[in-house]
């Protein structure tokens, strides 16, 4: 495949204190063909994140390594190299992640499609010369009601994740619609960007070929959320449904979601009241809050019912020779 200049990529990785594990990202970035630029923004790291990016330079002036002096957060990184970066087509890669080969070239052979998205290997250790299996692409599009709804736990099933996955965009896309990360966001920016393409009429095409590996650890930044970051994606998703032009079942579903964000952060307010102020602390707030009571009980039974559980039978790790996949069961 001949990589024309519609098809050049950007991949943009936003990293703090990522020592260990920028050099693979960044190394997996550069061995694409169609990777164009590397923009590195280090989010104001306190380790040698910036060096270790750079001393994974190949030589091809692709990669860019640049330096926050104050933590700004993912967003605003991302953002930042949007507006300096030139490549028509624009990839998100976690700083702690990596490509696997061949990622682009399949991508690139869909056509029609403003976001394109692959699947995604889960792993609790990387291996990126462990291939993940040869899944058939199967493209087809995805729309907003489906992507919402994708993205709501539902009990007794695998949680929603459909936010978790890393599509390619396209500049021209996102430039018509000024659409860009939410700086104020540091959980589901990526879900609330997409729900924001979706509405502006993004084609959203999902393949089932895997060239994404995503490491999971339990201090990733996406597990570490504070209950600021639960009620700032809860006020996102409202000022969404307030702007009054979302189709009539993707409203329902976003609805649904932002009850289950809604939730969610009462309960993390009534555990931070009684961290702080002792469980008196938290009885008054229950108290204050009554419409709150049936997702603090909830939230406190599920919590319990785990911990019980996980006593019984600790978590295993997922051997590397059965990958788990976002869109597809092994």
Same mark, same amino acid.
């Given at each position: ?24 990202? $960044? ?5 694409? /063909? ?6 590195? $923004? ?45 490549? /028509? ?6 700083? #702690? ?29 990387? #291996? ?8 058939? /692409? ?36 996102? #430039? ?5 990360? +939410?700086?104020?966001? @540091? =959980?589901?920016?990526?879900?609330? !960007? ?21 490491? $999971? ?23 969404? =449904?307030?702007?009054?032009? $979302? ?7 976003? @609805? ?6 809604? @939730? ?10 009684? +961290? ?28 319990? !019912? ?10 295993? /790790? ?5 990958? @788990? ?6």
């Amino acid at each position: 495949m001949v990589v024309t200049q519609e098809d050049k990529v950007c991949v943009i990785i936003a990293a703090r204190n990522a020592q260990d594990t920028i050099g693979r990202a $960044v190394r997996s970035a550069l061995a694409e /063909p169609e990777v164009a630029e590397v923009v590195v $923004v280090d989010d104001s790291s306190d380790d040698r994140t910036m060096a270790v990016a750079a001393e994974a330079d190949d030589g091809s002036k692709r990669l860019d390594v640049i330096r926050f002096k104050v933590n700004r957060g993912p967003s605003a990184a991302r953002n930042h190299a949007i507006a300096i970066s030139r490549a /028509p087509l624009i990839a998100i890669l976690d700083a #702690d992640d990596f490509f696997f080969p061949g990622r682009f070239r399949r991508m690139l052979a869909c056509k029609d499609w403003d976001f394109i998205a692959d699947n995604i290997a889960f792993m609790e250790k990387a #291996d990126p010369a462990h291939p993940p299996a040869d899944f058939a /692409p199967n493209p087809r599009r995805l729309d907003i009601e489906a992507f919402v709804l994708g993205n709501i736990s539902r009990r007794g099933a695998p949680r929603g994740e459909l936010g978790f996955l890393k599509p390619v965009m396209r500049r021209a896309f996102l #430039d018509s619609h000024d659409l860009r990360y +939410r700086e104020d966001m @540091r =959980l589901g920016e990526d879900y609330e !960007l997409y729900v924001r393409a979706l509405i502006a009429g993004a084609r959203y095409t999902i393949i089932e070929s895997c060239g994404y590996g995503a490491i $999971v650890r339990a201090n990733s930044l996406s597990g570490q959320h504070r209950t600021k970051d639960l009620e700032t994606l809860f006020e996102a998703e409202r000022t969404i =449904l307030s702007a009054g032009n $979302v189709p009539p079942q993707a409203a329902e579903a976003l @609805r649904r979601h932002c009850r289950q964000i809604g @939730r969610r952060h009462a309960l993390r307010h009534f555990l931070d009241r009684k +961290r702080k102020g002792g469980a008196s602390a938290a009885l008054a707030y229950a108290l204050e809050n009554p419409a709150n009571l049936p997702a603090i009980t909830g939230g406190i039974f599920r919590d319990k !019912l785990e911990a019980a559980h996980r006593r019984v039978r600790p978590r295993q /790790p997922v051997p590397q020779a059965r990958l @788990r996949y976002l869109l597809t069961t092994d």
